[in-house]
Every structure is written in structure tokens, then in C-alpha cells.
């Protein structure tokens, strides 16, 4: 299983971005997809996820502005990040749980990271 992610970018602040993450490879289901982000001397923190019944949750930080979705027929979670701020900058990464056609057991995967850098 792979996790390609993109969308990242130079945006000025009060813009916008839409990442995408596409899972590829044996997947059978995916119960969650998930956006996490990590500035520079921070902690990884949880934006965003989206589960199988397309419940979804934010941080409180995003509110309002970021909007998660997938697309189940193309194992792909995108986020659209709205009125960015410079706080926003980070390297965003996604995260998937999912079950794999060979077993039961879910496992864990996660993108490579895309960078939103947001100039003031």
C-alpha cells in the first residue's frame, strides 16, 4: 500500500489550498483518513479525519476553515484549506487505516508530506 500526497504549495494568507492523498495497492476497506501536520519545532497534530460513514472532526484551530472529504471510489481524502494563516505552515501528511485484502487486521499508513508555507 502507498500513500501519494499533493497539493501543497506558496500561498499568501486569506488563501486557499486543497491537498489530496491517494491510497493505492491491496486495499480491501478504509475505515479512517486522516490530515496531520507538523510545523518546524512542534509536534505532529491531528487536523483532520474522516471515517468510513463520513463522520468527520477538526481541531479547533481549523474550524470553520478546512473542509475534509473522500472519494471512496478513488481511496482519496482531500482537505480544503480556506482563509489560510501563517500559523497553517507546516508539513501536512496524511494518514490511513485500512484493511488489506490479505489480512483482518487493520494497519496504518502514512504519505510522505506536502508542505503549505503561508506568507503574511
Known amino acids: 500500500v502507498q500513500l501519494q500526497a499533493s497539493g501543497g504549495g506558496l500561498v499568501q494568507a486569506g488563501g486557499s489550498l486543497r491537498l489530496s492523498c491517494a491510497a493505492s495497492?491491496?486495499?480491501?476497506?478504509?475505515?479512517?483518513m486522516r490530515w496531520y501536520r507538523q510545523a518546524p519545532g512542534k509536534e505532529r497534530e491531528l487536523v483532520a479525519d474522516?471515517?468510513?460513514?463520513?463522520?468527520?472532526n477538526y481541531a479547533d484551530s481549523v474550524k470553520g476553515r478546512f473542509t475534509i472529504s473522500r472519494d471512496n471510489a478513488k481511496n482519496t481524502v482531500y482537505l480544503q484549506m480556506n482563509s489560510l494563516k501563517p500559523e497553517d505552515a507546516a508539513v501536512y501528511y496524511c494518514?490511513?487505516?485500512?484493511?488489506?485484502?490479505?489480512?483482518?487486521?487493520?494497519?496504518?499508513?502514512w504519505g510522505q508530506g506536502t508542505l503549505v508555507t503561508v506568507s503574511s
Open positions: 494518514n490511513v487505516g485500512l484493511k488489506r485484502y490479505s489480512s483482518d487486521r487493520y494497519s496504518y499508513y
Open positions: 474522516i471515517y468510513s460513514g463520513g463522520s468527520t
Open positions: 495497492g491491496s486495499i480491501f476497506s478504509i475505515n479512517f
